[in-house]
């Protein structure tokens, strides 16, 4: 049985809206302080107040003049937000309008929260005030593309911090790229070298010079993640993690599992649910 909160893009009054705003007092009369999971991006800009946001089992603070971006399927829950001030923008993967944003929001490596500087906020306010000045506007010719022009316009003003490696080294985009869509089935580098048509020294340089791991290290640290996604909170038992993720049996990802965090799945996941 899951105890997470699943929850799918469905806009309030736009039918067709692919981009809703929502205030953080809203978002307090429907959070239940439990963990859930959506299917769009949450995208909030903070105004003012403190609070904990707790995404893939690493907290950040929600402090003033701050961005938290909350990609689809991450885990998540909003702690100690009652005095939080701000905005969130919810929309589907398909809904910036430009290259530049469509690319950075198909990033499978999305920085969760940053402060925006000074120099930044009168323009980072502007973009946000405007989104929430067209997405209340009522239903017209144009209501549906004004806001994802907006929210691309929005998202290009807060500038969200990414190693400028990852938006231009062709590489390792495409290994990227492929392991999001692979490492359920294949969890080793030569796999995406031969797939690529690229040789393992060249495809190892490029994930080194962008990420500081291995090709191989990539590749675990994404499995990791699910992993600990389904033990933590669909509560998987190891056998099933181990068919989810493409592992001959339960004692061969077990190993795997504690060779990357020093702890078998079932004791990982016992400590995780007494948190």
């Not at 009369?29 to 893939?56: C, K, M, S, W």
């Not at 929600?62 to 991450?74: D, H, K, N, T, Y």
């Not at 929309?91 to 309008?97: E, G, I, L, R």
Request: proline share 7%; with cysteine.
């Amino acid at each position: 049985m899951s105890v997470i909160r699943q929850m799918t893009y469905q806009p309030a009054g736009r039918h067709a809206a692919s981009v809703e705003t929502m205030t953080f007092e809203r978002l307090r009369e429907l959070n239940d302080g439990g963990t859930q999971r959506a299917d769009f991006h949450v995208l909030a800009v903070i105004d003012d107040g403190r609070g904990l946001v707790t995404v893939d089992f690493l907290r950040h603070p929600l402090q003033e003049r701050s961005a938290v971006w909350i990609p689809p399927g991450a885990v998540h829950r909003w702690d100690d937000i009652a005095a939080v001030t701000g905005h969130l923008v919810l929309f589907v993967p398909t809904a910036p309008v430009t290259h530049a944003t469509r690319e950075l929001v198909a990033s499978p490596d999305l920085t969760a929260q940053w402060s925006i500087s000074d120099a930044d906020w009168p323009f980072v306010k502007a973009a946000r005030d405007h989104l929430l000045l067209e997405a209340s506007a009522p239903p017209g010719e144009f209501s549906a593309e004004l806001p994802e022009i907006l929210l691309s316009a929005l998202i290009a003003r807060l500038r969200p911090p990414r190693p400028e490696a990852r938006t231009t080294h062709p590489v390792f985009r495409l290994f990227r790229s492929s392991v999001e869509a692979h490492f359920r089935e294949h969890h080793d580098a030569g796999y995406y070298a031969r797939t690529l048509g690229y040789a393992p020294r060249t495809l190892s340089r490029a994930v080194q010079q962008t990420t500081g791991r291995t090709a191989k290290g990539y590749i675990v640290d994404r499995i990791i993640l699910e992993a600990k996604r389904l033990l933590a909170h669909d509560r998987l038992t190891a056998t099933r993690c181990a068919d989810a993720l493409g592992f001959p049996d339960a004692s061969n990802f077990s190993v795997f599992f504690k060779k990357a965090t020093g702890k078998r799945p079932g004791a990982w996941q016992a400590t995780v649910a007494v948190e």
